[in-house]
Structures are given as C-alpha cells and as structure tokens.
C-alpha cells in the first residue's frame, strides 16, 4: 500500500484508501444470499466448526469470539492441531466454516471435508478463489493481493473481518430480541466480574491481615 520513499502522511492516507477500498470491493461483489444462507445455517447450528490457518486465525478467532456470546457453541479443530478427531465429532446439525484467501487451506482440508460430507454437516467456505466448489455454500470475494512480496496482509484479512461482521449481524438479527437480552446478561456479568476485581486490588488488607502476612 505504499512506497520506499512516502511519508508518513501518505502511508496513513493509503491505509485508510486501502481499508475503505477492501469493504467497499466486498460489498458490491459478495453475494447477499449467500450471507443470508450462511446466517441462516449458522443461527440454527447444533455447533459452528471453523478452521482457518495462517493470518486467517486471527479473524476466526475474533468470529469464534462473538458467536459463542449468542449462545452458539463454537470449535477450533485446526486450534490444537486435532482437526481429523474434531471433525470427526461433526453430524447433520452442524455448520463448517472454512476461511482461506488463497484456497491453499481448503486445499489441505480434503480429509476433513471428506468426513464432514459424509457425516452430512453444511461446509460454508469464504475464499478469493472461485475455483473451490467442495463446499455445500462458498462465499466468494475478489483477490486483490498476491502470496508473495506483500508488505502485510491489509486486503484480505480486511475483507474477511467485512464478511464475518456482516454474517454475524445477520446471524443477531434472526433472533434479535433474544441476542439482546443474552448479550446483556454477558456484559453485565463481565461488569460485575471487573469491579469486584478493581475492588479487591483497591481494598486495604485490615491490620490483623497485614499482621499474618508479614509473618515469617
């Protein structure tokens, strides 16, 4: 997104062109079925596997994040390299999510895909690469970076975060008035959980506690 030679200035200003330009490819290039599909498996999902690799963990793991806080149970096979036993544990009730940019990571999930098919769970991949047709909904987006000689991975993790924000608000709204209230309860609970916490740092010890600490 920048040159040897710009200023700082620029390089901030390209960053923020870079990011607006990646949302905006997505949204006028990704199919508004498929996220409906998508939220509609993953909403109704017994469990919501997802399997990433690479930087693509970092946006599973912050997706991995949210939806578990609606009340939907999430697994990390790829998490504790144990990806063929996880799966194996998978049946028609689930729902699969598979990111990868490049397709290189669908491409080594053939084991796994094969067991999830035949265990009749729904594999959802999002991809760049639009030769990748193994999965039962694949959610495609324009690949504007290449593999080798990039300076980070702006576009792509970018329009991954845009694609998962987007099926998980749609996932919220399906059930909006109950993700509400359970999304409430969550942060409340958090609250509470932290201020107890700054109290007990903030307490004084009395000084018959100071006493027995300071006991040999």
């Not at 998508?38 to 919501?48: F, N, V």
């Not at 609970?189 to 018959?208: A, H, I, W």
């Amino acid at each position: 997104p920048f040159g040897e030679n710009e200023s700082e200035a620029d390089i901030i200003k390209n960053a923020a062109d870079l990011f607006k330009e990646a949302v905006d490819t997505c949204y006028v290039s990704v199919s508004l079925q498929a996220l409906q599909r998508a939220a509609d498996w993953i909403s109704t999902a017994r469990h919501l596997y997802i399997y990433g690799a690479g930087d693509s963990v970092i946006s599973a793991m912050s997706f991995a994040n949210q939806i578990s806080k609606l009340g939907i149970p999430v697994m990390q096979p790829m998490q504790f390299h144990e990806s063929i036993a996880i799966s194996a544990t998978a049946n028609h009730q689930d729902v699969a999510l598979m990111l990868s940019y490049s397709g290189r990571t669908l491409a080594g999930l053939h084991r796994e895909m094969h067991i999830l098919r035949n265990a009749c769970c729904k594999m959802i991949a999002i991809t760049s690469d639009c030769s990748q047709h193994d999965a039962d909904l694949t959610i495609n987006f324009p690949n504007k970076e290449g593999l080798i000689g990039k300076i980070s991975v702006f576009y792509s993790q970018t329009s991954f975060q845009y694609i998962l924000s987007c099926i998980y608000s749609l996932v919220f709204s399906r059930n909006y008035r109950e993700n509400m209230e359970r999304k409430r309860a969550y942060d409340t609970l958090v609250f509470s959980d932290s201020e107890r916490k700054v109290r007990m740092v903030n307490c004084s010890p009395s000084e018959d506690q100071e006493n027995r600490l300071c006991r040999p």
